[in-house]
Each structure stands twice: as structure tokens, then as C-alpha cells.
Nanobody, 124 residues
Framework: QVQLVESGGGLAQAGGSLTLSCQAS????????MGWFRQAPGKEREFVEA???????????YYADSVKGRFTISKDSAKKTVYLQMNSLKPEDTAVYYC??????????????WGRGTQVTVSS
């Protein structure tokens, strides 16, 4: 059974930083693209950033323009964990952040597995 468990959310001030973690189990981590999505109240879920599988021959990292230069995705294959380092946080980054695993990386909606999410709130 595949499980993705996010952690690290919380309250931060504008300009501050948070690091989200997503622990994966039940899948061959190295063969999956790992992505982060978010959903703010009253809005649709949106893509944030994704990292290709280790064996991927194409583009390795994908990110939304809204987080370019501020957020960074990374992976620790030995721990089966993907991270999202969030710097220079803005109030508009407030959302529930979801981790996802799929076969093809990028701003897509067809990821195979999803976590339950972790709340990030940024105060002004």
C-alpha cells in the first residue's frame, strides 16, 4: 500500500522560511516523479514544483512561475523523502500543500498517489 505523509507545515511570517517533508512508502521511490501541489481556500489545486525520477532522461525539475527563485524541491532516495524548501514566503503562499507521486513529472494532474496535505499559513 502506497503512502505519502507530509509534515513540516505551520505558521510563518512573510519573508520567512519553512521546509516541508514527504515520506513515501510502498513504492519504488527512484522510479517515481515526486511533486508538490497546493490548494488555497476557495481556489483550485495548483502545481508548485516537481522532480523527475532518477532515471529520467529529460528535464529534471519543474516549478511554477509563482515560486521561481523562492522554493526548491529536493529528494533523499535513501530516506524515500522529498522536501520543499520554501523561502521568502508570502501571504499568498498560504494553502494546504500536497505531495504526489507519479510516472511523469511536471505540472500535470495525473499523479498516481497523493498525500493528505499539510497546512501552511503565512502571516503578513
Amino acid at each position: 500500500q502506497v503512502q505519502l505523509v507530509e509534515s513540516g507545515g505551520g505558521l510563518a511570517q512573510a519573508g520567512g522560511s519553512l521546509t516541508l517533508s514527504c515520506q513515501a512508502s510502498g513504492l519504488t521511490f527512484s522510479t517515481y516523479a515526486m511533486g508538490w501541489f497546493r490548494q488555497a481556500p476557495g481556489k483550485e489545486r495548483e502545481f508548485v514544483e516537481a522532480s523527475a525520477p532518477i532515471t529520467w532522461s529529460g528535464k529534471i525539475t519543474y516549478y511554477a512561475d509563482s515560486v521561481k527563485g523562492r522554493f526548491t524541491i529536493s529528494k533523499d532516495s535513501a530516506k524515500k523523502t522529498v522536501y520543499l524548501q520554501m523561502n521568502s514566503l508570502k501571504p499568498e503562499d498560504t494553502a494546504v500543500y500536497y505531495c504526489a507521486a507519479g510516472r511523469i513529472p511536471g505540472p500535470r494532474n495525473d499523479y498516481d498517489f497523493w498525500g493528505r496535505g499539510t497546512q501552511v499559513t503565512v502571516s503578513s
